[in-house]
């Protein structure tokens, strides 16, 4: 039996593993996919200033700080032109490192298995059981279709949206869901950056968005409708449509390269209540899901691992729970800071594009809404603070 099992090696769960075994508690992760799969997923980029420090302070920082791009400055390009905030010069003055996740992902493994940390790849956690009694089961199905068992004092559902934590849970467990009724086409594109910012651009074709991740590649996504598939546009769509709503003919073309990953993301949210069922943690996406109109998801995974850690280290070698049970209430407060501004996020870059009476409003305010950001310094403050910050 090991004192901690993990269930999933994203970010949550390696953060999560790493801290502990540094301190000397057992723990083992098991994984659904196979390394490569894992290591080579590419999603998040941005990570908080906070973000930065958790890791620096448990040692899992020099890949990023080695490779990692500052960011500080976002762009929005409208109906009414364009503006920049300077957002290190704003709110708490913190900047963001770009750094894509899957380059994370590989140094947090790396780490954990120098560290003596053990991963089961292959290994997909089908349920958790007794989670209300002090030896939880686990119940796993290997690659090869083996069935097996593992016992924890501890089990971390860091397994995502789709996992066995989330299926685990008792009745009674409140699931606040919200689909935003807005999706998008997410593209990764082989193409250097086009502008040294984060742009925003809101169209009355739809959002468009673009995103740095490394000096060669950039992540752009394009609003479209719902069930758009995400073969469905061509390359030569998806550049003309990117260039048409980021107004290229006004402020610049962008430099075009293959798009290498498509996917479409329907922007939705969701949050448990409570994250913890005796044994049983929730961690990362598996506790909740943040659409990235606002880049928090990774970074909450990151800072609820490593509240989750000091609180299993407390328990485990110095016999005290306070942390533990105060785990869910600690991170939800945490969760829905950083769900109420991807909300607001949501209704600056989007609008109804009817032209009924009701739609007409709705795009009025929205308009309204970024007038304030463009010249109020106190709404900026309190974007810069809400956008680093989590
Ligand atoms: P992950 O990364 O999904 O990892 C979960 C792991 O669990 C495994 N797994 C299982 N293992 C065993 N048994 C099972 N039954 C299992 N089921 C699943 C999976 O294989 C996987 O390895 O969750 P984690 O660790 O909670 O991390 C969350 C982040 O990955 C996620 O929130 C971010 O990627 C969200 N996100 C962004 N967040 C940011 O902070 N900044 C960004 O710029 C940003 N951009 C994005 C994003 C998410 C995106 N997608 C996926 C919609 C951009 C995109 C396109």
């Known amino acids: 039996m090991t004192d901690v099992l ?9 953060v999560l593993g790493n801290i502990l075994v540094d301190r000397g508690i057992d723990c083992v992760v098991l994984e659904r996919a196979e ?3 894992v290591q080579t997923r590419a999603r998040a980029g941005f990570l908080a200033a906070n973000t930065v420090r958790v890791l620096s302070r448990h040692g899992l920082a020099d890949g990023l700080h080695r490779h990692g791009q500052i960011h500080s400055t976002c762009e929005f390009r409208t109906e009414d032109g364009r503006f920049r905030l300077d957002y290190s010069g704003l709110g708490q003055g913190e900047p963001h490192t770009v750094y894509p996740q899957q380059n994370l992902v590989t140094d947090l493994l790396t780490r954990f298995l120098e560290r003596g940390g053990q991963v089961r790849f ?3 956690a089908e349920a958790v059981l007794e989670a209300d009694g ?5 119940t796993v199905r290997e690659a090869d279709g083996r069935q097996g068992r593992w016992r924890a004092r501890y089990v971390a559902g860091c397994d995502g949206r789709h996992g066995a934590a989330r299926r685990s849970l008792p009745a009674g467990t409140i699931r606040h869901h919200r689909d935003h009724g807005v999706t998008w086409l997410g593209l990764l594109a082989e193409a250097p950056p086009s502008l040294d910012a984060v742009g925003y651009a809101v169209h009355e074709r739809g959002f468009a968005g673009h995103m740095a991740r490394t000096s060669d590649v950039t992540r752009y996504y394009l609003q479209c409708e719902r069930g758009t598939r995400a073969d469905g546009w ?3 769509r998806i550049w003309d449509e990117l260039e048409l709503r980021m107004r290229a003919r006004e402020y610049g073309s962008l430099r075009r390269g293959r798009v290498v990953q498509r996917s479409v993301v329907a922007l939705e949210s969701d949050v448990l209540e409570p994250l913890r069922h005796g044994a049983l943690f929730l961690v990362g996406d598996a506790a909740g899901l943040i659409s990235p109109s606002a880049a928090k998801g990774a970074n ?3 800072l609820e691992a490593s509240i989750l850690a000091q609180a299993l280290i407390d328990d485990l070698a110095a016999g005290d729970p306070t942390g533990l049970d105060a785990y869910s209430s600690r991170c939800l407060s945490h969760i829905w800071r950083a769900q109420e501004f991807s909300h607001w996020m949501i209704g600056l870059l989007h609008g109804p594009s009817g032209t009924d009476g009701e739609s ?3 795009n009025s305010l929205r308009r309204s809404r970024l007038a304030s950001l463009r010249t109020s310094r106190s709404q900026q403050d309190w974007f810069a603070e809400h956008y680093v910050g989590v």
């Open 360 to 362: 007409l409003f709705h």
């Open 234 to 236: 061509s390359e030569e």
């Open 122 to 124: 292959g290994t997909r």
């Open 300 to 302: 909450l995974a990151v």
């Open 35 to 37: 390394r490569t799969h």
């Open 134 to 138: 002090d030896r939880p089961e686990v």
């Open 6 to 14: 993990v269930l999933g090696a994203g970010p949550a769960g390696l």
